[in-house]
C-alpha cells in the first residue's frame, strides 16, 4: 500500500479539500520518508519540521472551517538551495554562505507559500547552481537514488532525487543549461523549463537575460501544471515577466497524439550525444512515432550555438561571480571560477556576435514550430556517470570543449527561449530512468504540457511508464 508521501499532489490536494488527507499526516509521511532514505542518498540540505508541523496544523484547522483553500493547501515542498528562505538556512552551495539564513522568502517561495504550500526541506545543488552533477564543498555530493555510485544531475539534483525517493510531493527547480532538465531524466521524475518571464523573478542579475529561469519539478506532468500555475504571475522587478494567469495553466487540454505533427531528433544537429543515449532515444522512438499523427525532419539551423551559448553564459558569471572569484578565490569552486576567467577574456565583437545568433535561432525556431507542434529529443547528451566526477570529458571518445558541453541538448532550447518538459519515459539498458525532452514554441507553455502529458500517457500504458528507485 503506498504511504502518503508517495501520492501525486493533485490527488493530496484534492483528498485535503474534501477532509480525507490530513496536512499533518502528509508532513509526517514526508518527514519520515526524509528521515529513512535521505542518509543514503543526501538530497536535504536543511529542514524545516517545526515550522511545518505547526503549518500543518494550520491548514488543517482551516479545512475544517471551511475556509477558502488556495492551489497547493497543505502540500510539502522541496526548495531548491539556490532560493532564500525565510530564516532557513539558505548556502547556495558555497562556503561563503555556509551559515546564511535569509531575513525573507525571495518570490518563487513567497508565492508558494501562499497558495498554502509548506516548505519542508532545503535539496542540495552545486555551488551556485554551477555544474549538472550535484556536489559541493558544504554538504558534499547528491546521489542517484537508481545507483548510489552515479550522480543525479544538477544543478537541481537535490530536488529530483527527494521527489523520486518520495519526500516531498513537488519541488523547486531553476534552469539554465538542463539544470532541471537533467537531473529529472536521470531520476524518472518531471522538471519543466517554461518560457522566460513566465515565473518572474527579482533574483536575475541582468534582468533582460533569457538564460536562467526558475520552474517546477514533480512526478507528473499535471503535478508540475498545478504548482507552475501557482508560481506564475507578474512582478515589476522582472522585465521579462509576462502577467500571465495560473489559471490558465492549471488544467491541461486533453491531446490525441494521432493530430499532432512532430520532430523527432537524436541532437538537435549540433549536440554531441553518446551511443547509448542514442541507442535508448531510438527505442522511444520506435516505439512512439507510429502514435504521433505527422513526423517531420528537425530543421532548424544551429550553428554557432555552442560558442554563443558560452558566450553569453560567462557574461552572466561575470556580473554575480566576478566580486567573490577576486575577493575570496580559495573559497570558490572551479566551475565558477572557470565561467567567470572566460567571461574575462571576452570582447564587445564576441558578445554581439552571440545575441546575433541567438536572435537568428529565436528566429528560426519559431518559423520552424509554426509548422510543428513539438520536437522530441533526449534530454541529456550522457548516462549518469560516477558522482566523483565533475561532467563528463568525451563523448564516444571525441573531447567535449567544456563541462558544460555535454548538456548542448538543453542549452540549444534555452538559447532559443523555447519552453520544454523533462519526462520520464522507461529504462535505459543499464536499467536507469531515461528521459525525453519535450520542446514546444515559445509561449506555448500550455500546449507543451497538454503534449507531455498526453505522451506520458501514452508511455504508462506501453511499458515505457516512470522508473521507481527500489528502495522507496
Known amino acids: 500500500m503506498a504511504e502518503l508521501c508517495d501520492l501525486e499532489a493533485v490527488v ?219 508560481m506564475v504571475g507578474d512582478d515589476p522587478r522582472d522585465p521579462l515577466s509576462l502577467g500571465v494567469d495560473g489559471d490558465s495553466l492549471r488544467s491541461l487540454d486533453d491531446i490525441d497524439l494521432a493530430g499532432l505533427t512532430v520532430a523527432f531528433t537524436e541532437d538537435l544537429g549540433f549536440a554531441p550525444v553518446d551511443n547509448r543515449v542514442r541507442a535508448a532515444f531510438r527505442r522511444a522512438r520506435q516505439a512512439l ?29 561575470v556580473a554575480a561571480h566576478r566580486e567573490k572569484v577576486e575577493a575570496t578565490p580559495d573559497k570558490v569552486g572551479p566551475n565558477v571560477s572557470a565561467n567567470v576567467a572566460a567571461g574575462l577574456r571576452l570582447g564587445l565583437a564576441d558578445v554581439a556576435e552571440a545575441l546575433t545568433v541567438q536572435t537568428r535561432v529565436v528566429r528560426d525556431a519559431d518559423a520552424f ?23 563528463p570529458a568525451a563523448i564516444d571518445g571525441l573531447p567535449l570543449t567544456s563541462y558544460f558541453h555535454w548538456l548542448a541538448l538543453a542549452y540549444g532550447p534555452t538559447l532559443a527561449g523555447l519552453p520544454s518538459v523533462a519526462l520520464p519515459f522507461g529504462r535505459d539498458e543499464a536499467g536507469l530512468p531515461f528521459g525525453l525532452q519535450i520542446i514546444g514554441r515559445r509561449r506555448g507553455d500550455h500546449a507543451v504540457l497538454a503534449v507531455a502529458r498526453a505522451v506520458e500517457a501514452w508511455a504508462g500504458r506501453n511499458g515505457f511508464g516512470r522508473a521507481v528507485p527500489e528502495s522507496v
Request: glycine share 12%; with cysteine; proline share 8%.
Open 289 to 317: 512515432e507510429p502514435a504521433v499523427g505527422r513526423s517531420v525532419d528537425f530543421a532548424v539551423d544551429m550553428s554557432g550555438v555552442d560558442e554563443a551559448f558560452a558566450t553569453l553564459r560567462a557574461v552572466g558569471f
Open 12 to 230: 493530496l490536494r484534492r483528498l485535503i479539500g474534501a477532509g480525507e488527507v490530513s496536512p499533518v499526516d502528509l508532513v509526517e509521511s514526508c518527514i519520515a520518508r526524509i528521515e529513512a532514505a535521505d542518509p543514503a542518498v543526501n538530497a536535504i540540505t536543511a529542514k524545516a519540521y517545526d515550522r511545518a508541523r505547526a503549518e500543518a496544523r494550520a491548514a488543517e484547522a482551516a479545512v475544517r472551517r471551511g475556509d477558502a483553500l488556495g492551489l497547493l493547501h497543505g502540500l510539502p515542498i522541496g526548495v531548491k538551495d539556490l532560493s532564500d528562505t525565510e530564516g532557513l538556512l539558505t548556502t547556495y552551495g558555497s562556503p561563503l554562505f555556509a551559515d546564511n539564513v535569509p531575513p525573507a522568502d525571495e518570490r518563487v517561495v513567497a508565492v508558494l507559500r501562499q497558495a498554502g504550500a509548506i516548505v519542508l526541506a532545503k535539496t542540495n545543488t552545486p555551488e551556485f547552481g554551477a555544474g549538472a552533477n550535484t556536489r559541493n564543498d558544504v554538504f558534499g555530493p547528491t546521489r542517484n537514488p537508481f545507483d548510489r555510485r552515479l550522480t543525479c544531475g544538477g544543478s537541481s539534483g537535490g530536488s529530483a532525487v527527494a521527489l523520486a525517493c518520495g519526500m516531498v510531493p513537488l519541488a523547486t527547480g531553476s534552469d539554465l543549461a538542463g539544470s532541471l532538465r537533467t537531473p529529472a531524466a536521470f531520476c524518472g521524475i518531471v522538471g519543466f523549463r517554461p518560457t522566460p518571464g513566465l515565473i518572474p523573478t527579482e533574483t536575475r542579475g541582468h534582468g533582460w537575460s533569457p538564460l536562467p529561469v526558475d520552474g517546477p519539478m514533480a512526478r507528473t506532468v499535471a503535478d508540475a501544471a498545478l504548482m507552475l500555475s501557482a
Open 369 to 391: 514550430l509554426a509548422g510543428a507542434d513539438a520536437v522530441i529529443c533526449p534530454v541529456a547528451g550522457h548516462p549518469p556517470f560516477p558522482c566523483e566526477e565533475w561532467y
